[in-house]
């Protein structure tokens, strides 16, 4: 069993940064690849970006593609999304998850994390 916990969301003005971090305890990450995805009121959830187990392989939603950068820390069993140039339409809550694959689909990641705000104001 892998739990995951959000941490690093907030309100943030357009064209600004946050770094949001997913720290996960129970079981180590070292085997899973991470993603990251994010779900806005009224919308799907939607992947963002993914990371394979080993870190030598990311993965990204063209929205995030130059302005987002996933990262892990095995030994720290952690996984970072640094997001920067921020715009309205990135407010959303953001999840992490893991799982075997490093895809954009869902259905690839059998642990969730419970979500961080992330507010982008105009």
């Known amino acids: 069993q892998v739990q995951l916990v959000e941490s690093g969301g907030g309100l943030v003005q357009a064209g600004g940064s946050l770094r949001l971090s997913c720290a996960a305890s129970?079981?180590?990450?070292?085997?899973?690849?991470m993603g990251w995805f994010r779900q806005a009121p009224g919308k799907e959830r939607e992947f963002v970006a993914a990371?394979?187990?080993?870190?030598?392989?990311?993965s990204y939603a063209d929205s995030a593609k130059g302005r987002f950068t996933i990262s892990r820390d095995n030994a720290k069993n952690t996984v970072d999304l640094q997001m920067n140039s921020l715009k309205p339409e990135d407010t959303a809550v953001y999840y992490c998850?893991?799982?075997?694959?490093?895809?954009?689909?869902?259905?690839?990641?059998?642990?969730w994390g419970q979500g961080t705000q992330v507010t982008v104001s105009s």
């Open positions: 990371i394979t187990w080993s870190g030598g392989g990311t």
């Open positions: 998850a893991a799982g075997l694959s490093g895809t954009a689909l869902r259905s690839a990641y059998n642990y």
């Open positions: 129970g079981r180590t990450l070292s085997s899973r690849a």
